[in-house]
């Protein structure tokens, strides 16, 4: 069974750091594309980033309003995701979420979804 | 950046009822386009990728159908457990920023 848990989420102050950890079991670690997904209290979904696996080279890239603040890594001998969040806003409030970019193949095309999900872990930013 | 718009944003039905959910694409993202259903404190689950591909364990009264910049998301009758948030999400971007609509809340008449 793939499972993917969530930790380290709590209330932080503003311009403050935390970094999420997410551990994955059931997967072929060091080939998944993990991405970070969060939704604000009451609110959407909102993509945060992504990391591809080794074999595509462990790239990343953020959504707009994180890039420079947030970074994402791997830990493949530990079956681990991470996410750093730096200078954090009052607006990073948020459900953390880590996901795994799954792809599908479609007669001879190649489609990705969030295909699994962790339960998620909460980050307040708040003074 | 590709904008992803959902109509309607909330949806009154019954148990046994046929729903329609339509998202919009600002530009054409051909079929990249999946669906994602959100339960009350859980998180979301994926129901249909490639705008019409079930996926596996998703009951078959879900459906999706569209391709270009017009998505549906069809639920053939209602059951008691399909009244959650419904989100679609363009995979044609990469990375995909902006990916998600704003989501489409299905409750109870």
């Known amino acids: 069974e793939v499972q993917l848990v969530e930790s380290g989420g709590g209330l932080v102050k503003p311009g403050g750091s935390l970094r999420l950890s997410c551990a994955a079991s059931?997967?072929?670690?060091?080939?998944?594309?993990m991405s970070w997904v969060r939704q604000a209290p009451g609110k959407g979904l909102e993509w945060v980033g992504r990391i591809k696996g080794e074999t595509d080279g462990g790239t990343t890239d953020y959504a707009a309003a994180v890039k420079g603040r947030f970074t994402i890594s791997r830990d493949d001998s530990k079956n681990t995701l991470y996410l750093q969040m730096n200078s954090l806003k009052t607006e990073d409030t948020a459900l953390y979420y880590c996901t795994v970019v799954g792809i599908f193949t479609v007669t001879t095309s190649f489609f990705t979804a969030f295909y699994i999900w962790g339960q998620g872990t909460m980050v307040t930013v708040s003074s | 950046d590709i904008q992803m718009t959902q109509s309607p944003s909330s949806l009154s039905a019954s148990v046994g009822d046929r729903v329609t959910i339509t998202c919009r694409a600002s530009q054409s993202i051909s079929n990249y386009l999946n669906w994602y259903q959100q339960k009350p404190g859980k998180a979301p689950n994926l129901l249909i990728y490639a705008a019409s591909s079930l996926q596996s364990g998703v009951p078959s009264r879900f459906s999706g159908s569209g391709s270009g910049t017009d998505f549906t998301l069809t639920i053939s009758s209602l059951q008691p457990e399909d009244f959650a948030t419904y989100y679609c999400?363009?995979?044609?971007?990469?990375?995909?920023?902006?990916?998600f609509g704003q989501g489409t809340k299905l409750e109870i008449k």
């Open positions: 999400q363009q995979s044609y971007s990469s990375p995909p920023e902006n990916t």
């Open positions: 059931g997967i072929t670690f060091t080939k998944a594309w």
